[in-house]
């Protein structure tokens, strides 16, 4: 079996879910369920025996232990962080503790727990590292996509705690000879993503005849992965990725923001027309993030040739299925919805968002 950390997360649950679709090979997913961590997303998979959910921290080294003891995994692969720029901005501490911190844990727990392995199962142990673009920092316009070689430039809170755990990761590798695997990606979207995130917030705000808020100029670009993509390549980093090395995984689908928000208006307008009119009447700028990076874009050349992974979906097929995917699935949006969101969002836009 493999544990996952982090899967009941947007990323982390699709993983799972789409992991139990393809194969037998049951999953233990430990999540702290914070205000990212959903079990309705994982409702498909509740009564599957080959789910093993459980709800506890990465920074709980005791508990670590025991999970690795009592279900002895072939791999670990490594989701749990807090994600959101914007909440790094605010609070900078609890990217610190699970970001930095966790991951430390978890690779010490990793660690002891693959010294106990012996030949073929030590060899064949992983420890996959799900990490960002982010920490390569910002592009200008002509500048090339990020290469696995790209210097480390983090901007945001965020970026540098994950910037950090990379560290971590490589030096586990060198030093200990864990085998680790790292994958760097780009922006994920689809189905199951939370709402704070400028895709799922255009959506439920359009629906909802809100505004839709577009940091500064708009003009910031964003490199977009289909989810169900970015679950392929991990799979296929475990399976075929040479321990110790990272592999950036893109869409080769850069847009500005503007053209992301005219976009899902444009679908949703189309799925589901306003009588009202166009959704795009809704766009309203707002002041922009500090620090804002001004674009990201992946390199993912060193995947395809090495491993053969290529993203299936196309932006238009992909933003298609997740604006369908919201309009079919009200009741999930409805349910994190809740208290602390509407905090959140009173906090980050004022209350007339
Ligand atoms: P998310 O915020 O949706 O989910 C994070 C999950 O981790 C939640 O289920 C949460 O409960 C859990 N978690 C948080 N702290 C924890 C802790 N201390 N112990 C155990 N579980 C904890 O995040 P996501 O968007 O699914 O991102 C998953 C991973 O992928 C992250 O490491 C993120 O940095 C990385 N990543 C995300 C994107 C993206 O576009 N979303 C792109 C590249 C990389
Ligand atoms: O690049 C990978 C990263 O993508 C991941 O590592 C992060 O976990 C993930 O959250 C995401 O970070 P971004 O900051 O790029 O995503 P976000 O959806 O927050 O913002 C996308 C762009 O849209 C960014 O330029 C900021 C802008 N934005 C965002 C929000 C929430 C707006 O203009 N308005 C908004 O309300």
Same mark, same amino acid.
């Given at each position: 079996m493999i544990l996952v950390t982090g899967g009941a997360g947007f990323i982390g649950g699709n993983f799972v879910l789409d992991w139990l679709a393809g194969r037998d090979e049951p999953v233990v997913n430990l999540d702290a369920l914070t205000y990212a961590g959903n079990l309705e997303t994982l409702a498909r998979v509740a009564s599957d025996p080959r789910h093993v959910f459980v709800h506890g921290d990465i920074c709980d080294r005791a508990r670590v232990d025991q999970l690795l003891a009592t279900h002895r995994p072939r791999a670990i692969v490594h989701f749990a962080a807090e994600s959101h720029v914007d909440r790094s901005i605010h609070g900078p501490g609890e990217f610190i503790r699970t970001n930095i911190e966790g991951t430390g844990i978890l690779l010490e727990a990793a660690r002891a727990y693959w010294n106990t392995l012996q030949g073929v199962a030590k060899e064949a142990f992983r420890f996959h590292h799900v990490s960002t673009d982010e920490v390569y920092g910002s592009l200008a316009a002509d500048d090339a996509p990020f290469t696995e070689d790209h210097?480390?430039?983090?901007?945001?809170?965020?970026?540098?705690?994950?910037?950090?755990?990379?560290?971590?990761?490589?030096?586990?590798?060198?030093?200990?000879?864990?085998?680790?695997?790292?994958?760097?990606?780009?922006?994920?979207?689809?189905?199951?993503?939370?709402?704070?995130?400028?895709?799922?917030?255009?959506?439920?705000?359009?629906?909802?005849?809100?505004?839709?808020?577009?940091?500064?100029?708009?003009?910031?670009?964003?490199?977009?992965?289909?989810?169900?993509?970015?679950?392929?390549?991990?799979?296929?980093?475990?399976?075929?990725?040479?321990?110790?090395?990272?592999?950036?995984?893109?869409?080769?689908? +850069?847009?500005?923001?503007?053209? %992301?928000?005219? &976009? @899902?208006?444009?679908? #949703?307008?189309?799925?589901?027309?306003? /009588? !009202?009119?166009?959704?795009?009447?809704?766009?309203?700028?707002?002041?922009?993030?500090?620090?804002?990076?001004?674009?990201?874009?992946?390199?993912?050349?060193?995947?395809?040739?090495?491993?053969?992974?290529?993203?299936? +979906?196309?932006?238009?097929?992909? %933003?298609?299925? &997740? @604006?369908?995917?919201? #309009?079919?699935?009200?009741?999930?949006? /409805? !349910?994190?919805?809740?208290?602390?969101?509407?905090?959140?969002?009173?906090?980050?836009?004022?209350?007339?968002?």
């Open positions: 210097p480390y430039q983090p901007n945001s809170p965020y970026a540098a705690s994950k910037a950090a755990s990379d560290h971590l990761v490589r030096a586990w590798f060198h030093t200990y000879g864990l085998p680790v695997v790292t994958t760097n990606c780009s922006n994920n979207y689809g189905p199951f993503h939370f709402p704070e995130k400028l895709i799922p917030l255009t959506i439920v705000n359009a629906l909802a005849g809100r505004a839709l808020p577009v940091y500064g100029d708009g003009l910031n670009v964003r490199d977009w992965l289909y989810v169900g993509d970015h679950c392929a390549a991990i799979r296929t980093v475990l399976e075929r990725g040479r321990p110790g090395e990272t592999y950036n995984i893109g869409g080769w689908n +850069e847009k500005t923001n503007l053209d %992301i928000v005219h &976009t @899902v208006c444009a679908r #949703l307008d189309e799925l589901r027309p306003d /009588a !009202n009119g166009p959704r795009s009447r809704l766009i309203s700028f707002v002041a922009d993030r500090p620090g804002h990076d001004r674009r990201y874009a992946i390199d993912a050349r060193k995947i395809g040739r090495e491993l053969g992974w290529r993203p299936a +979906e196309t932006f238009d097929s992909g %933003i298609r299925r &997740t @604006v369908e995917w919201y #309009l079919a699935n009200p009741g999930w949006v /409805a !349910n994190v919805q809740s208290g602390a969101y509407r905090d959140w969002v009173n906090k980050q836009y004022g209350a007339s968002t």
